[in-house]
């Protein structure tokens, strides 16, 4: 069995830092802050046929929240008025931050697919803070949706899985493992359109058997192969890892609280490890359609081999639910 590595306490959500914490280091001159870096080596190609972006273009509207060494801003286009969401990370971040920012701009390069949130462009400080030019996604995030409208039904839930597997099977398709699928990665706009985020733990696969089992991620939502690989990664791939992390996402999609726990309880790490690795298969809720059940069992097997891919989902029974 895997070490358990000591981490006595787990959040299954980010909580906001106090507000002597919170450190508003943007100004409202972006262009006076940040120099574009769409001409050199290190930048990320705008999507768009438009030219790119400058940050004098770029004026602040509000702070969208803060955590992990960063703050993210809503920022509006001068001359057309198009809003972006600007994710800035400070220089003096904590070093694990700083390798999964940079990790973050190489996903960032080569993702390119409508189910991924698009990175339009990427501005640096001297100081070392980088901030992305991010998609704004104006309706937040599925734990967002999940806490102001309740529950999803069945058929919303088969539109949320058809979107963000669309998503995964692009990214796995280019040997791209996201490591942190949950609701509050998961992107939504008011047209219902839902989009992967976040790629700060992701790893791309030099080759297909890549080792991937690094405690990375929001551990709440690990597979049993990444608690422990000695037991569970004999058939490891490591795309099978967010199938798990999705079926997870889905069913608390319709159960209103994380399913592995009864509602409120948060446990330690090893509590959650316990639970994952040696418990039962996760009790489905009930009154669930034998289709919904039978997308879950594939995407909650603790054996990764019998888990369905993505582009196998993407072809189960249950997603003819999507209206």
Known sequence: MALVRERRQLNLRLPLPELSERRHRFPPSISAAFNSTSSSSSSVTTNSSSSAISASD???VRVLGH?????????RH??????YALKVVHG??????????????EILRRTDSPHVVRCHDIFEKPSGDIAFLMEYMDSGTLETLLRSHGTFSEPK?????????????????HKIIHR????????????????IADFGVSKIMCRTLDACNSYVGTCAYMSPERFDPDTYGGNYNGFASDIWSLGLTLMELYMGH?????PGQRPDWATLM?????????????????????????????DAGKRWSAAQLLTHPFLKSDS
């Open 58 to 60: 770029l004026e602040r």
């Open 67 to 75: 955590g992990n060494g960063g703050t993210v801003y809503e920022v």
């Open 78 to 83: 001068k001359r057309t008025s198009t809003t």
């Open 92 to 105: 003096d971040a904590d070093p694990t931050v700083r390798r999964q920012l940079f990790r973050e701009m």
């Open 157 to 173: 839930i088969a539109h949320v899985a058809r979107q963000v597997l669309n998503g995964l099977n692009y990214l796995h398709s």
């Open 180 to 195: 942190d699928i949950k609701p509050t990665n998961l992107l939504v706009n008011r047209k219902m359109e839902v989009k």
């Open 258 to 262: 994380f399913p592995l726990l009864p």
């Open 274 to 302: 316990c639970t994952i690795c040696f418990g039962e298969p996760p009790s489905f809720p009930e009154g669930v359609s034998e289709d919904f059940r039978s997308f879950l069992e594939c995407c909650m097997q603790k």
